[in-house]
């Protein structure tokens, strides 16, 4: 079963603007983590957030962690044409990693 | 290798053949995870392995799915009497194990039974 959902499930923006997807999950997580997927191949990895963290960076990447809404969201900042892919976020309880269906964005030249 | 291997990167087989999917996790990570993927959702969770044992294979579909990691390394997804709902890209990510540890994935296997 798919934990996180993410919101929205497309997204279309210029290059240079920001982007920002959001997940909501249902159970308890110890963590929350972030992939970018191009051609739906291989998943890169991005960000891990922990449960007990409220937000992350990595270069153009922010990602914030509401466990109290059991929600997070992922910000690309400056977005360049080679963000485009899908995202999904995956919650971590335990061992396990589950996935939402996950946001497509298409960054515009 | 640096990162996770999948082999073959493409499968494409008859309807009630035999296949069986490879994966080379990172040196030195003990879990190792197969996912399948379906166009258009999320990966979805198959198998997980600690070391040798397989911990939890409650995501296998039926009893035609079998995966094995004989030596705690290399990992085989084993697929019995084919069906065409079973083409998918088949996933492989392997981890350090721990709680909060990033798990890392392969190109994946995109099989298609025809």
């Known amino acids: 079963s798919q934990q996180g959902e993410e919101d929205p499930q497309a997204l279309s923006i210029q290059e240079g603007e920001n982007a920002t997807m959001n997940c909501s999950y249902k159970t308890s997580i110890n963590n929350l983590q972030w992939y970018r997927q191009n051609s739906g191949r291989g998943l890169v990895h991005l960000i891990l957030?922990?449960?007990?963290?409220r937000e992350k960076h990595s270069g153009r990447l922010r990602v914030t962690l509401d466990t109290s809404k059991k929600s997070s969201s992922l910000l690309i900042t400056a977005s360049r044409a080679a963000d485009t892919a899908s995202y999904f976020c995956?919650?971590?309880?335990?061992?396990?990693?589950?996935f939402g269906a996950g946001t497509t964005v298409t960054v515009r030249a | 290798g640096a990162g996770v291997s999948q082999t073959p990167s493409n499968k494409v087989t008859e309807k009630g053949k035999y296949v069986e999917l490879r994966c080379d996790p990172i040196?030195?990570?003990?879990?190792l995870y197969w996912y399948r993927q379906s166009l258009g959702q999320g990966p979805e969770f198959l198998i997980y392995f600690q070391g040798t044992g397989a911990a939890d294979d409650s995501g296998l579909p039926n009893d035609r799915f079998f995966a094995v990691r004989p030596e705690g390394s290399v990992s085989t997804l084993k697929i019995q009497r084919t069906e065409r709902g079973d083409s998918a890209v088949y996933l492989c990510?392997?981890?350090?194990?721990?709680?909060?540890?990033?798990?890392?994935f392969g190109q994946g296997t995109r099989l298609t039974v025809v």
């Open positions: 040196s030195g990570h003990t879990a």
């Open positions: 957030i922990r449960s007990n963290e």
């Open positions: 990510a392997s981890s350090l194990g721990y709680k909060n540890t990033e798990a890392f």
């Open positions: 995956a919650t971590g309880h335990d061992y396990k990693l589950s």
